[in-house]
């Protein structure tokens, strides 16, 4: 079984630049998750998915994030325009139920913005 | 409303010597415990979790831990160090019960293995 996958995994770009970020969750995950580590603070959660429907997004810093899941499959995060403080690493996660199951987390693509 | 202490950033141990990471946690709710594990350039991976059964919980590779409501703690330990133990590790919580659930990280442990 093919775990969650992200592309890319880094992505260097100037300040006001757009940079989208791709997360391919596992098959037949219904759950999609955005997270967010900067600079080895403590990874937090920016949105969720239920299939194609934002569940919660409380956690989107700004309007200059736009997160979508056409069709319920992969999911894409745009930043836009790109700010200093939006390097990180972003984690993209997936489950089956909505429950306490365990999230598969993917690799995470590692974002610098200068 | 919920969060998580790690209470070390940085653990150091010497090879095939124990391992203890300390996690304290609150909670409104019941919660779910997990941790997690990363080693570097890969995505994160469950170890183990706690959902309402045994407190003494089993993970992969060797890993426990101890769930104790009284001390509001999910320590994660291991007998013996291995080189390959090295990572970052992850104490994470969230509600046990309802149907959507939302998690909340801990800042991180770093784990080094002195040979």
């Known amino acids: 079984e093919a775990g969650v996958t992200q592309f890319p995994s880094h992505s260097v770009i100037e300040k006001g630049q757009t940079v989208t970020l791709r997360c391919d969750p596992i098959?037949?995950?219904?759950?999609l998750y955005w997270y967010r580590r900067v600079m080895g603070k403590e990874i937090k959660f920016l949105l969720h998915?239920?299939?194609?429907?934002?569940?919660?997004e409380s956690g989107m810093p700004n309007n200059r994030f736009l997160a979508e899941r056409t069709g319920g499959t992969y999911s894409t995060l745009k930043v836009q325009p790109a700010e200093l403080e939006d390097s990180g690493v972003y984690f993209c996660?997936?489950?089956?139920?909505?429950?306490?199951?365990?999230?598969?987390f993917g690799p995470g693509t590692r974002l610098t913005v200068t | 409303a919920q969060s998580v202490t790690q209470l070390d950033s940085h653990v150091s141990v010497s090879e095939g010597t124990p391992v203890l990471l300390r996690c304290n946690y609150s909670?409104?709710?019941?919660?779910?415990l997990f941790w997690y594990v990363q080693h570097p350039n890969k995505g994160l991976q469950l170890l183990l979790k706690?959902?309402?059964?045994?407190?003494l919980v089993k993970g992969i590779n060797g890993f426990e831990a101890e769930f104790k409501k009284s001390e509001t703690s999910f320590h994660l330990t291991k007998p013996s160090a291995h080189m390959s133990d090295a990572a970052e590790y992850f104490c994470?919580?969230?509600?046990?019960?309802?149907?959507?659930?939302?998690?909340?990280f801990g800042t991180g442990t770093k784990l080094q293995v002195i040979p």
């Open positions: 996660a997936s489950s089956q139920g909505q429950g306490p199951y365990e999230q598969y």
């Open positions: 098959s037949g995950h219904d759950n």
């Open positions: 998915f239920v299939k194609e429907s934002k569940q919660d």
């Open positions: 909670s409104s709710y019941s919660p779910s």
């Open positions: 706690y959902t309402s059964a045994a407190t």
């Open positions: 994470v919580v969230t509600p046990r019960s309802g149907g959507y659930q939302k998690v909340t």
